[in-house]
C-alpha cells in the first residue's frame, strides 16, 4: 500500500527525510539519477514502503535536516508517535483526519448505500399484502440475501492499490545515493506492517523555492504539498479552487450512485413484479380460491356506494381519495397515464378532452388489463388496439355524459385497472381549469368546472395533486389560487412540475425552478414538491419510452447537477409512491371515523323506522318489487280459473259491440230496403262474404287482444278489494299491463283460421230448430230496440225539450230546436202517407218541404232538410222492423215450409235468418278465440309479463318513479347505509390483518 505525500502536509514529511537523513549517511548513498525525481525504496522486499518527492523538495528536505532538529514521528513500526507539544498534537490530529479522509468517503458512501439499499428493499417487502396462505408458493428470498452479502462484501474487500504500484508506474531515478539512503531510511521507520504514505492516483503540486547549499550553489526547488488530486495535471491547475474540484467530484460520484442505486432498485421491483405475477398466474392453477378481495378493490366499492348515497342526514363522504387538479393542457391526464403506465384516455391538441370526473382504481393483478365498473369487457392494455378502443369508449362515455347545451358533466366514469406493480390508490381525472370560455362552449362552463373541482376539494381527506405546467410562467396560473384556498395549510396537497425539460432549455433563471420546488414561489403550500416529464410532445410514445427519457433527462440535467433538483423530488415513479404512501396514510388515519358516522346515521333512520311504521316490515325498493312481482305473476295465473262459458261469453259482447256498427248500417239496412227477398237475400250474401274476407278475421283478433287484457285488468283492479291490498304497488301494476300490451302480438296464423271459419259458419241460412229461431229473433229484437233508442234520443236532442220537460226542468227550445220540429212534422206526414217509401227523399218532396215551411215562416236549406230526414227515416224503418220481428216469432213452422203455408200474408222473416247467421258466426268466432287464448296466448302474456317486469328490475330509475313513497325512501336509505356500513366495516377488518 503507498499513499501520495503532496498539499499542506509537506512539513510533516519534511521530517521524515530529517529523520533519514540522520541515521544514513546520504554523501556515501548519494548519487545524482535524474533531475526531477527521487525514490527511495527498502531493499528488503517489493513490499516495502517507497517514497516519491521531486529532486528539488530532497534538497529542501536536506537543508533543513541540516539546519534544525526533529522529533520522531513515525516508530520503527511505521506507526505514528503522538508528540508532546499541544501544538504537535493539533497538527497531528489534522494529518491524520485529512488521510482517511478519501476512504471514509469512499467506505461511508458504500456503506450508506448498503444501508439505504437494505431499508428500501425492507419497506417494499413491507408493502407487500400478507401472503402466509402462499407459502407453499413462495420461493426463499435468495437473491435479496445475496445482494445484501454482496454490498456488505464490498465494504471489506475495499483496498488500495498494492505496494510497488507507482514505482513500476515512475521513472527510474539516476541519482543512486539518494536513492539509497533514503531506502534504508524508509526501512527502518515503516516496517513491513507500516500504513501507506502515499496514494495511487495522486499527483505532487510543486511550489517553486530558491536554496543555497553548502557549496553556495543556488537551486531551484519545487516543494510537494500533501493534498488529493488527479492525475496528468500540470502546476499551472494549483490555481485553481481544490475545493470545488473536490465538490464537483463528490457530485459526479453521488449522481453515479444515485444511478447506479436506482438501477438496482428497478432490478428489485422487476422481479418483485415477475414473482407477484407469477404467484397470481398459480392461484388457479392451484384449485385454491382467495377468500378476500384486494384492499384497493374493497374500497372502490365503498366509494361506489357513497357516489350513488343521496343522504338526507348530512352524513357526508369524507374518505380519502386523489383528486388530479390543474389547469387546462397542463399535463394533468399525462402524469395519470404515467402512473397507470398506459395511455388510457382520449388525446387532443390544445381542446378540452376531459369532460367529466373520471375515477381510476388501480390494483395489482397479472396482467395489465383495464375495465369498467358497468361492463364485463377487459381492455388488453399491452394491445394498442384494445388501447385504442378503450380511448373510444373513454370518449363516448364522457360524450353521452353531457347534457344537451352543456361542455362538462358531473357524472363520474368509474374505471379499474390492475396490473403488476401497479400502486394501488383511488384517483379521481377533473376537466382542466379554463381562464376564458371560447365560443364552442356553454354558457358558465367556466364557472361549472371550478364548482365541481372546488366540489371534489373540499373533501377535507382528498389528497389534492396539483399538476402545474413548468414550461409556462407561474404568473398564468389558475389552480394554485385555488388549491391554497381549499387547503392553505398544504397538509394534503402535493404539488407536481410538469415539463420540466421544456422548463430547462427555456430558462434563464435556473432559481425560479428552485423556488417552486421549495415552496416559496407560489401562495399555496404543500407536503411535497415533486418534478416530472410526461413525454416529448409525441402523443405515439409509449409509456417506457417517455419513462426512458424521463431518465434520460433527469441523469443529464443541468438543474440537478447545480443543485436545484433534488434526487428525491425527481421522476413519476417517486411521485407515485409518495401519493401511494399519503393515500394509504390517510385511508387509515380516518376509514373508522367514516364508518362511526354511518353507524350513528344507522341508528337514526331505524328508529324513525320505528315511529314512523311500527307495525309494517321494512321492505326496501328492490323487496317490494319481488313482492309486486309475485303477486302480478299470480294474477296472469288466473286467468286460467275463468271458465269457458266466461270466455265466450266476454268474447261475444266485445265482437257485437265492435261489429254491429258496421253490419247495421253496412249490410241490414241497405239489404232490407230492397223490393223483394230474393235481392234481400242477394244483397246480404255478397257484403258478408267481402266482410268476413276483409275485415272481420283482423277485427276479430283486435278483439281478442283487448278481452284478455280486459280480463287481466279485471283480475288486478278486484285485488285492490282485498282487505290486504297495498297500495304501494298500484301504479307498478298498472305500468306492466300497459307494458305488456304494447309488447304482446297475437299468433299471426290465427287470423286465416278464423277466416276460414267465419266464411263457412255465414254462408250456412238453414236454422235447424225452434230454439234457435227463438234465439235469432230475440237477438234481433234486441238489437232494433237498441237502435231505434239511440234514434229516438237523436231526434229528441234535435228537437229540444218537450213540453213536460220545459215545464217541469225549466228549459226551453231554440229557434234550431223549433225548426227541427217544424220539419220533421213535414217529413213524418209523407211517411204516413207512404208506408213503403224509400230511404232516400226525392227532389220534389224536399221542394215540398221546404215550400210548406216558408209558408210557416221557417227558412231551412235542403241538408238540413236531409240531415233530419235521416233520423226520421230511421225511427220509422226500426220501428216498421220491430213490428215485422214480433210477427216472425211464430214464423219458424212457415220458414220450414218456405213461406208457401203463410195463410195469403206477405210474411218473409229473412231479416230473421239474416241476425240467426250472424248470431251463429259470432259463438263459433267467440269459440275459436276462447282456444287460442287457453292455448297460446294466456301463456304468451304470462312470458311477455315476465320479460317486462325483468326490465324493469334492471332498470332503477323506472322502478324509483313506479315505486316511490315516504316508507320506500326511508327503507332505501336505510338499506344504503347499512352496505356502505358493512363495507367499510369488512375494509377496517382486512386492512388491521394486512398491518
Given at each position: 500500500?503507498s499513499?501520495?505525500?503532496c498539499?499542506r502536509?509537506?512539513?510533516h514529511c519534511?521530517?521524515?527525510?530529517?529523520h533519514?537523513?540522520?541515521?544514513?549517511?546520504?554523501?556515501q548513498?548519494?548519487?545524482i539519477?535524474?533531475?526531477s525525481?527521487?525514490?527511495l525504496?527498502?531493499?528488503?522486499?517489493s513490499?516495502?514502503p517507497?517514497?516519491?518527492?521531486?529532486e528539488?523538495g530532497?534538497?529542501?528536505?536536506?537543508h533543513a535536516y541540516?539546519?534544525?532538529?526533529s522529533r520522531?514521528?513515525l516508530?520503527?513500526r511505521?506507526?505514528?508517535?503522538?508528540?508532546s507539544?499541544?501544538h504537535?498534537?493539533?497538527?497531528w490530529?489534522?494529518?491524520?483526519k485529512?488521510?482517511?479522509?478519501p476512504?471514509n468517503?469512499i467506505?461511508?458512501?458504500l456503506?450508506?448505500?448498503?444501508?439505504?439499499?437494505?431499508q428500501?428493499i425492507?419497506?417494499?417487502?413491507?408493502?407487500?399484502?400478507?401472503?402466509?396462505?402462499?407459502k407453499?408458493?413462495?420461493?426463499?428470498?435468495e437473491?435479496?440475501?445475496?445482494l445484501m452479502?454482496?454490498?456488505?462484501?464490498?465494504?471489506?474487500?475495499?483496498?488500495?492499490?498494492?505496494?510497488?504500484?507507482i514505482s513500476?508506474?515512475?521513472?527510474?531515478?539516476?541519482d543512486?545515493?539518494v536513492v539509497e539512503g533514503?531506502?534504508?531510511w524508509?526501512e527502518?521507520n515503516?516496517?513491513?506492517n507500516s500504513?501507506?504514505?502515499?496514494?495511487e492516483g495522486?499527483?505532487v503540486?510543486?511550489?517553486?523555492s530558491?536554496?543555497?547549499?553548502q557549496?553556495?550553489t543556488?537551486?531551484?526547488?519545487?516543494v510537494p504539498?500533501l493534498?488529493?488530486?488527479r492525475?496528468?495535471?500540470t502546476?499551472t491547475?494549483s490555481?485553481?479552487?481544490?475545493e470545488?474540484?473536490r465538490?464537483e467530484?463528490v457530485?459526479?460520484?453521488?449522481i453515479?450512485i444515485?444511478i447506479?442505486y436506482?438501477k438496482?432498485?428497478?432490478?428489485l421491483?422487476k422481479?418483485?413484479?415477475d414473482?407477484?405475477k407469477?404467484?397470481m398466474?398459480?392461484?388457479?392453477?392451484?384449485?385454491r380460491?382467495?377468500?378476500?378481495r384486494s384492499?384497493i378493490?374493497m374500497y372502490?366499492d365503498v366509494?361506489?356506494?357513497?357516489e350513488?348515497?343521496?343522504s338526507?342526514?348530512n352524513?357526508q363522504d369524507n374518505?380519502?381519495?386523489v383528486?388530479?387538479?390543474?389547469d387546462q393542457s397542463s399535463g394533468k391526464t399525462s402524469?395519470?397515464e404515467?402512473?397507470?403506465?398506459?395511455?388510457i384516455f382520449?388525446?387532443g391538441?390544445?381542446?378540452?378532452m376531459?369532460?367529466?370526473?373520471?375515477?381510476?382504481t388501480?390494483?395489482e393483478g397479472p396482467?395489465h388489463?383495464a375495465?369498467?365498473k358497468?361492463s364485463?369487457r377487459e381492455?388488453d392494455?399491452t394491445?394498442?388496439s384494445?388501447?385504442?378502443?378503450l380511448?373510444?369508449?373513454?370518449?363516448?362515455r364522457?360524450?353521452?355524459?353531457?347534457?344537451?347545451?352543456?361542455t362538462?358533466?358531473?357524472?363520474?366514469?368509474?374505471m379499474?385497472v390492475k396490473g403488476p406493480?401497479l400502486?394501488?390508490?383511488?384517483?379521481?381525472?377533473?376537466?382542466?381549469i379554463?381562464?376564458t370560455?371560447?365560443?364552442v362552449?356553454?354558457?358558465e362552463t367556466?364557472?361549472?368546472?371550478?364548482k365541481m373541482v372546488?366540489g371534489?376539494?373540499e373533501?377535507?381527506n382528498a389528497i389534492i395533486?396539483c399538476?402545474?405546467?413548468g414550461?409556462?410562467?407561474?404568473?398564468?396560473?389558475?389552480?394554485?389560487?385555488?388549491?391554497?384556498?381549499?387547503?392553505?395549510?398544504g397538509k394534503r396537497?402535493?404539488?407536481v412540475?410538469?415539463?420540466?425539460?421544456l422548463?430547462e432549455?427555456?430558462?434563464y433563471?435556473p432559481?425560479?425552478?428552485?423556488?417552486i420546488?421549495?415552496?416559496?414561489?407560489?401562495?399555496m403550500k404543500?407536503?411535497g414538491?415533486?418534478?416530472?416529464v410526461?413525454g416529448?410532445?409525441?402523443?405515439?410514445?409509449?409509456?417506457?419510452e417517455?419513462?426512458?427519457?424521463?431518465?434520460?433527462?433527469?441523469?443529464n440535467?443541468?438543474?440537478f447537477?447545480d443543485?436545484?433538483?433534488?434526487p428525491?423530488?425527481?421522476?413519476t415513479?417517486?411521485?407515485?409512491?409518495?401519493?401511494?404512501?399519503?393515500f394509504?396514510?390517510?385511508v387509515?388515519?380516518?376509514?373508522?371515523q367514516?364508518?362511526?358516522a354511518f353507524?350513528?346515521?344507522r341508528?337514526?333512520?331505524?328508529?324513525?323506522?320505528?315511529n314512523?311504521?311500527p307495525r309494517?316490515?321494512?321492505l326496501d325498493?328492490e323487496?317490494l318489487?319481488?313482492?309486486?312481482?309475485?303477486?302480478i305473476?299470480?294474477?296472469?295465473?288466473n286467468l286460467?280459473q275463468?271458465?269457458p262459458k266466461e270466455?265466450?261469453?266476454?268474447?261475444?259482447?266485445?265482437?257485437?259491440e265492435r261489429a254491429?256498427?258496421?253490419?247495421?248500417?253496412?249490410?241490414?239496412?241497405p239489404?232490407?230496403?230492397t223490393?223483394?227477398s230474393g235481392i234481400f237475400n242477394t244483397?246480404v250474401?255478397?257484403?258478408?262474404?267481402?266482410?268476413?274476407?276483409?275485415?272481420l278475421?283482423k277485427?276479430?283478433?283486435?278483439?281478442g287482444?283487448?278481452?284478455?287484457h280486459?280480463?287481466f285488468?279485471?283480475?288486478?283492479?278486484?285485488?285492490?278489494k282485498n282487505k290486504g291490498?297495498?297500495e304501494i304497488f298500484d301504479?307498478?301494476?298498472?305500468?306492466?299491463i300497459?307494458?305488456?300490451?304494447?309488447?304482446?302480438?297475437?299468433?299471426?296464423?290465427a287470423?286465416?283460421s278464423?277466416?276460414?271459419i267465419?266464411v263457412?259458419?255465414?254462408?250456412d241460412r238453414?236454422?235447424?230448430d225452434?230454439q234457435?229461431w227463438?234465439a235469432?229473433v230475440k237477438?234481433?229484437e234486441?238489437?232494433?230496440?237498441?237502435?231505434?233508442?239511440?234514434?229516438?234520443d237523436?231526434?229528441k236532442e234535435l228537437?229540444?225539450?218537450g213540453?213536460?220537460?220545459?215545464w217541469?226542468?225549466w228549459k226551453?227550445k231554440t229557434?234550431d230546436?223549433?225548426?227541427?220540429?217544424?220539419t220533421?212534422?213535414?217529413?213524418?206526414?209523407i211517411?204516413?202517407a207512404e208506408?213503403?217509401h224509400?230511404s232516400?227523399?226525392?227532389t220534389?218532396?224536399?221542394?215540398t218541404?221546404r215550400?210548406?215551411?216558408?209558408?210557416?215562416?221557417?227558412e231551412?236549406?235542403?241538408?238540413?232538410?236531409?240531415e233530419t230526414?235521416?233520423?226520421?227515416?230511421?225511427?220509422?224503418?226500426?220501428?216498421?222492423a220491430l213490428g215485422?220481428?214480433?210477427e216472425c216469432r211464430k214464423g219458424?213452422?212457415?220458414y220450414q215450409?218456405g213461406?208457401t203455408d203463410?195463410?195469403?200474408?206477405?210474411l218473409e222473416c229473412n231479416d230473421?235468418?239474416l241476425?240467426?247467421?250472424l248470431q251463429?258466426?259470432l259463438?263459433?268466432?267467440s269459440?275459436?278465440?276462447r282456444?287460442q287464448?287457453?292455448?297460446?296466448e294466456?301463456r304468451?302474456l304470462?312470458?311477455?309479463?315476465?320479460?317486462?317486469l325483468d326490465?324493469f328490475g334492471?332498470?332503477?330509475?323506472?322502478?324509483a318513479?313506479l315505486?316511490t313513497?315516504p316508507?320506500?325512501q326511508?327503507?332505501?336509505?336505510l338499506k344504503?347505509v347499512?352496505?356502505i356500513?358493512?363495507?367499510?366495516e369488512?375494509?377496517i377488518?382486512?386492512?388491521n390483518?394486512?398491518?
Open positions: 500500500m499513499m501520495l505525500i498539499g502536509f509537506g512539513p519534511e521530517r521524515y527525510v530529517q533519514a537523513l540522520r541515521k544514513h549517511s546520504l554523501q548513498s548519494r548519487n539519477v535524474s533531475k525525481h527521487v525514490l525504496k527498502a531493499p528488503s522486499s513490499q516495502s517507497i517514497l516519491l518527492i521531486s528539488r530532497f534538497w529542501r528536505f536536506y541540516k539546519n534544525r532538529s520522531h514521528l516508530s520503527s511505521g506507526h505514528l508517535l503522538v508528540p507539544n499541544r504537535n498534537i493539533v497538527t490530529t489534522r494529518i491524520t485529512a488521510l482517511i479522509r476512504r468517503i467506505i461511508t458512501g456503506v450508506g448505500t448498503g444501508a439505504v439499499i437494505s428500501k425492507e419497506a417494499v417487502r413491507q408493502q407487500l399484502p400478507d401472503l402466509e396462505w402462499m407453499e408458493y413462495m420461493p426463499e428470498s437473491a435479496v440475501k445475496n452479502k454482496s454490498i456488505q462484501s464490498a465494504t471489506s474487500k475495499l483496498s488500495l492499490p498494492e505496494k510497488g504500484f513500476s508506474h515512475l521513472p527510474k531515478v539516476k543512486a545515493a533514503i531506502k534504508s524508509w527502518e515503516a516496517g513491513k500504513a501507506a504514505v502515499l496514494s495522486g499527483r503540486l510543486y511550489a517553486i530558491q536554496d543555497t547549499d557549496k553556495g543556488t537551486h531551484k526547488n519545487t504539498l493534498g488529493f488530486g492525475s496528468g495535471a502546476a491547475s490555481k485553481k479552487n481544490p470545488k474540484e465538490l467530484q457530485q459526479d460520484e453521488m453515479q444515485q447506479r436506482q438496482e432498485i428497478d432490478r421491483i422481479e418483485n413484479k414473482l407477484r407469477s404467484l398466474l398459480k392461484e388457479p392453477k392451484s384449485g380460491k382467495r377468500t378476500m384492499l378493490d372502490s366509494l361506489d356506494e357513497l350513488r348515497y343521496d338526507s342526514y352524513t374518505l380519502p381519495r383528486v388530479v387538479v390543474g402524469v395519470l404515467m402512473i397507470v403506465q398506459a395511455r382520449p388525446r391538441s390544445g381542446e378540452m376531459t369532460r367529466s370526473p373520471v375515477k381510476v388501480l390494483s396482467y388489463i375495465s369498467f358497468d364485463s381492455f392494455l394491445k394498442e384494445d388501447l385504442a378502443a380511448r373510444k369508449e373513454v370518449e363516448l364522457m360524450k353521452a355524459s353531457v347534457g344537451d347545451g352543456e362538462v358533466s358531473q357524472e363520474s366514469i368509474s379499474t406493480g400502486q394501488r390508490m383511488v384517483l379521481v381525472d377533473l376537466p382542466g379554463i381562464s370560455e371560447t365560443s362552449m356553454a354558457p367556466k364557472n361549472n368546472i371550478r372546488r371534489h376539494m373533501n377535507p395533486l399538476i402545474q405546467d414550461a409556462l410562467d407561474a404568473e398564468r396560473s389558475n389552480v394554485t389560487d385555488l388549491v391554497s384556498q381549499m387547503d392553505p395549510t396537497t402535493i404539488f412540475l410538469t415539463k420540466v425539460d422548463a432549455s427555456n430558462l433563471n432559481d425560479r425552478i428552485k423556488s420546488l421549495e415552496g416559496r414561489l407560489f401562495p404543500a407536503l414538491y415533486f418534478a416530472v410526461t416529448r410532445g409525441n402523443q405515439n410514445d409509449s409509456i417506457q417517455i419513462k426512458n427519457y424521463e431518465e434520460n433527462f433527469f441523469r440535467s443541468k438543474l447537477k443543485g436545484v433538483l433534488k428525491t423530488q425527481m421522476g415513479q417517486s411521485m407515485s409512491m409518495a401519493v401511494s404512501e399519503l394509504w396514510k390517510m387509515r388515519e380516518t376509514v373508522e367514516q364508518a362511526d353507524k350513528a346515521t341508528f337514526n333512520l331505524e328508529t324513525e323506522w320505528k314512523t311504521f309494517q316490515r321494512e325498493r323487496e318489487f319481488e313482492k309486486a312481482k309475485g303477486d305473476l299470480d294474477e296472469i295465473i286460467g275463468l271458465t270466455w265466450e261469453e266476454a268474447f261475444y259482447n266485445k265482437l257485437w254491429s256498427s258496421y253490419f247495421f248500417e253496412s249490410i241490414y239496412l239489404a232490407a230496403q223490393e223483394n244483397t250474401d255478397i257484403k258478408l262474404k267481402q266482410w268476413a274476407d276483409n275485415m278475421p277485427k276479430c283478433v283486435e278483439v287482444w283487448d278481452t284478455l280486459d280480463e285488468i279485471k283480475i288486478v283492479e278486484k285485488d285492490k291490498h297495498d301504479q307498478l301494476k298498472l305500468a306492466v300497459e307494458a305488456s300490451k304494447n309488447k304482446h302480438q297475437w299468433d299471426s296464423k287470423e286465416d278464423l277466416r276460414v267465419q263457412n259458419t255465414l254462408e238453414s236454422v235447424t225452434k234457435q227463438d235469432a237477438f234481433m234486441e238489437t232494433v230496440k237498441g237502435r231505434l233508442h239511440q234514434t229516438q237523436k231526434l228537437t229540444g225539450p213540453k213536460w220537460e220545459q217541469t226542468h226551453s229557434q230546436h223549433r225548426n227541427r220540429g217544424a220533421k212534422g213535414e217529413l213524418e206526414k211517411l204516413s208506408k213503403d224509400k232516400n227523399l226525392a220534389d218532396e224536399l221542394t218541404v215550400r210548406n215551411l216558408q209558408t210557416s215562416g221557417i231551412v236549406t235542403n241538408d238540413f232538410i236531409r230526414w235521416y233520423h226520421v227515416y230511421r225511427q220509422f224503418f226500426l220501428t216498421k215485422q220481428c214480433q219458424f213452422y212457415y215450409k213461406f203463410s195463410g195469403g200474408s206477405k230473421v235468418v241476425f240467426w247467421r251463429r258466426m259463438q263459433i268466432t269459440n275459436a278465440l282456444q287464448v287457453v292455448n297460446n294466456a304468451r304470462e312470458r311477455i309479463i315476465k320479460e317486462v326490465e334492471e332498470d332503477q330509475d323506472t322502478l318513479k315505486l313513497g316508507r320506500v326511508l327503507a332505501e336509505e344504503k347499512r352496505q356500513q358493512e363495507k367499510l369488512e375494509f377488518q382486512a386492512l390483518k394486512e398491518k
